[in-house]
């Protein structure tokens, strides 16, 4: 078996030879070596490794979404990468730490389209929301930070602000028990819905990434990276809002609600944003009418009707209002319809119908927000109270 110290010793001897190629910055990613290091070299540090009792260590260890992988054939890159900034014996007493490493603190960090602030603030679940330019300039941070600087001449409004999570003292397991991305983040965005009625933010890609930077040198980055699950179109106008910290309360009781409850208004609200992002006014009347369902629909009875007659009753003040709501959804579900039978495209005298659905849409699903449960229905059409959830 090697010792730490015939590591040491062969770092040392070999670390002349690396640096009289004026190698001081070499490449910490997962590029492998840097091309100018003799083959020799990292071969003979890479046997050492297959026969350390530590270092020829195989196989995963995740901190909630962030992957770690353990090989000894990259053992030579981290030592040697290492070793030529902060010298030989430091470099072996960074890496024995990342290999014994059992909890660590993880960060999670997402685009997000669609929103504009006018200062960075942050949510009871732990979610901040920022400017882009101002998260960690990590591997994953930098490369995502360098790409939304490039000068564009018309697409600069499309460019994110960030969504950061971090999550202290994750356990390290041997198997996923969760993904690159953070189901609080998703959530928060997500929240955003009820905050204006143009509000429609989407998240991008993500990433997690270790607080601690000397962990985080160790990393496959790509490993930890997750796409966009938003199927929506790419937004085809700017935001025309700005989030305010005055909008965070009726994010906090979208984020306060039972689990129950806020399943079903998390499909509803996604739903919503996706028809908001629209530019056919079918699609739009589509994604808004599955919203409503979501939200009022049950195995009875006729759903137009019903879908018609529930948001009446839930959000109508008075008997002209609760007509005007009714009519409303009624000519918003036709349209629907129409659209989901192929009987119709879209034509600009949907507009009206298109915009005052979909305001309905956010009424309704503010107003399950504000009861904290879906009404029992049956019970719900008759005057009296009693909810579901």
Request: hydrophobic share 40%.
């Amino acid at each position: 078996m090697t010792s730490d110290q015939a590591l040491v010793d062969a770092l040392d001897r070999i670390l002349p030879v690396v640096s009289a190629y004026g190698l001081r910055d070499i490449d910490t990613s997962y590029n492998g070596m840097h091309a100018a290091v003799p083959e020799s070299i990292e071969t003979a540090i890479g046997k050492l490794a297959f026969e350390h009792v530590l270092f020829a260590r195989k196989g995963n260890i995740v901190f909630g979404g962030k992957l770690l992988h353990f090989n000894p054939q990259q053992v030579p890159r981290l030592l040697i990468n290492k070793a030529v900034r902060v010298g030989t014996e430091k470099a072996l007493h960074w890496l024995t730490r990342v290999y014994t490493m059992e909890r660590a603190d993880i960060r999670y960090v997402a685009e997000v389209f669609n929103l504009r602030l006018e200062a960075p603030y942050a949510l009871s679940n732990g979610v901040r929301f920022e400017t882009f330019d101002s998260i960690p300039n990590t591997k994953m941070g930098g490369q995502y930070k360098a790409y939304h600087r490039r000068p564009s001449s018309f697409f600069n409004w499309a460019r994110p602000i960030a969504a950061v999570h971090e999550i202290r003292n994750v356990r390290g397991v041997t198997k996923f028990e969760g993904f690159a991305r953070s189901d609080e983040i998703d959530l928060a965005v997500i929240a955003h819905v009820l905050a204006h009625e143009e509000a429609a933010p989407f998240v991008g890609s993500s990433w997690v990434e270790f607080v601690d930077d000397e962990l985080e040198e160790a990393d496959m980055p790509r490993a930890s990276a997750s796409m966009s699950r938003y199927d929506g179109p790419d937004p085809g106008h700017p935001p025309t809002w700005s989030m305010g910290i005055d909008e965070t309360p009726s994010i906090e009781a979208f984020l306060q609600l039972p689990k129950a409850v806020r399943d079903k208004v998390e499909v509803a609200a996604s739903r919503l944003i996706m028809a908001r992002n629209r530019v056919s006014l079918s699609n739009a009347a589509l994604d808004g009418s599955i919203c409503l369902e979501s939200l009022l629909s049950d195995s009875q009875g006729e759903l137009t009707y019903k879908l018609a007659l529930r948001a009446a009753l839930l959000i109508g003040s008075d008997i002209e209002e609760r007509k005007k709501v009714r009519k409303q959804v009624q000519e918003f579900y036709r349209l629907r319809g129409k659209v989901a039978h192929g009987e119709h495209r879209s034509d600009p005298n949907d507009s009206t119908v298109v915009v005052d659905g979909m305001k309905v849409c956010a009424r309704v699903l503010s107003r399950i927000v504000e009861l904290k449960a879906i009404p029992h229905w049956p019970d719900f059409e008759i005057g009296e109270a009693r909810t579901m959830a």
